[in-house]
């Protein structure tokens, strides 16, 4: 008999449908943590499709360990209640991932799946990291093709000008930067609320020359 507690979440953001989908697991043993995995599940996606991707990679993962009696913790009431069969599954889309679930499930000799509060859900972490990695891709390649002029003006602040003398201040230990993107990007709602922060290309920058 091997034992462990799976926990699970999935993340659509910055908008909710419509958002990138993510999905974070974490499993553990013995006070051990003995998987941890995250990933994107699509660029337009919904929050309860995230949440079942996420439900589906901790069965899958568990599978793969050879976990027999497992218990699944995520902060998701819909997964729960649909998984435990308190309320029913309508969605279409919620459907087939519902139906793979009920075949992976056929697989170990006993599962609990319980619902949990969002502090104490271990995947919340991994599955906002990889959003943040996802969307931070394209300002971490652009700034290492653009050239910036970079000065700095005290401990931990720095002034970037662009080739097209556009000035903004950065602060990389924030990190924050006054340009368009940086305000636009991290004035979404679920951003706040996550408490997400989108590093601009200005910022990557910035570390880049901070570390010459």
Same mark, same amino acid.
């Given at each position: 008999?091997?034992?462990?507690? /799976?926990?699970?979440?999935?993340?659509?953001?910055?908008?909710?449908?419509?958002?990138?989908?993510?999905?974070?697991?974490?499993? !553990? =043993?013995?006070?051990?943590?003995?998987?941890?995995?995250?990933?994107?599940?699509?660029?337009? =996606?919904?929050?309860?499709i995230?949440?079942?991707?996420?439900? %589906?990679?901790?069965?899958?993962e568990?599978q #793969?360990?050879?976990?027999?009696?497992?218990?699944?913790?995520? +902060?998701?009431?819909l997964? !729960?209640?649909?998984?435990?069969?308190?309320?029913?599954?309508? +969605?279409?889309?919620?459907?087939?991932?519902?139906?793979?679930? #009920?075949?992976?499930?056929?697989?170990?000799? &006993?599962?609990?799946?319980?619902? %949990?509060r969002?502090?104490?859900?271990?995947?919340?972490r991994?599955?906002?990291?990889?959003?943040?990695?996802?969307?931070?891709?394209?300002?971490k390649?652009?700034?290492?093709? &653009?050239?910036?002029? %970079?000065?700095?003006? =005290?401990?931990?602040?720095y002034?970037?000008?662009?080739?097209?003398?556009?000035?903004?201040?950065?602060?990389?230990?924030k990190?924050?930067?006054?340009?368009p /993107?940086?305000?636009?990007?991290?004035?979404?709602?679920?951003?706040?609320?996550?408490?997400?922060?989108?590093?601009?290309?200005?910022?990557?920058?910035?570390?880049?020359?901070?570390?010459?």
């Amino acid at each position: 008999m091997k034992k462990a507690t /799976f926990y699970f979440d999935g993340a659509c953001l910055p908008v909710n449908p419509g958002g990138t989908g993510t999905f974070g697991i974490v499993g !553990v =043993s013995n006070n051990q943590i003995i998987c941890e995995k995250s990933g994107i599940v699509s660029e337009t =996606s919904t929050n309860n499709i995230a949440e079942w991707t996420a439900f %589906i990679e901790a069965l899958k993962e568990a599978q #793969k360990l050879n976990i027999t009696h497992l218990t699944v913790k995520g +902060d998701s009431q819909l997964v !729960v209640n649909q998984i435990n069969n308190i309320w029913r599954v309508r +969605d279409g889309n919620i459907v087939k991932l519902y139906r793979q679930a #009920k075949e992976l499930l056929k697989y170990f000799q &006993e599962v609990k799946v319980i619902w %949990i509060r969002r502090k104490g859900n271990l995947a919340d972490r991994p599955a906002h990291l990889a959003y943040i990695s996802h969307i931070e891709q394209k300002p971490k390649q652009r700034a290492q093709k &653009e050239n910036y002029r %970079i000065i700095r003006l =005290s401990p931990g602040a720095y002034r970037v000008i662009t080739d097209k003398e556009k000035t903004y201040t950065v602060r990389p230990d924030k990190p924050s930067c006054t340009c368009p /993107f940086f305000q636009r990007v991290n004035s979404y709602r679920l951003h706040i609320r996550s408490g997400i922060v989108i590093r601009c290309k200005h910022i990557f920058a910035v570390q880049a020359y901070a570390k010459k």
